[in-house]
């Protein structure tokens, strides 16, 4: 699943979406912190259509309770 379909997902459950960068040059690109009902998650900066690792959505989902299995692409997911 590419990053603009999980991140349109997110919004589709109340999620919100703030960015931030890192303070210092050299710590990475930063990213976004994703906001759902008192619970907070972070999700690394990607291009709109690159991939996401299923480990970091399965990591994020389960941060802001939400149900990843529910994602969208295919069922086989274990």
Same mark, same amino acid.
């Given at each position: 699943m590419d990053s603009a379909t999980f991140r349109d997902w997110l919004a589709q459950r109340g999620c919100r979406f703030d960015p931030y960068e890192h303070d210092e040059r050299g710590h990475g690109? &930063? &990213?976004?912190?994703?906001? *759902?009902? &008192? *619970?907070t998650a972070t999700l690394p900066f990607a291009g709109s259509h690159k991939p996401i690792d299923i480990e970091t959505a399965r990591q994020i989902c389960q941060a802001l309770a939400l149900d990843w299995k529910e994602l969208p692409g295919p069922m086989s997911r274990a």
């Open positions: 690109l &930063g &990213g976004v912190t994703i906001h *759902r009902e &008192g *619970r």
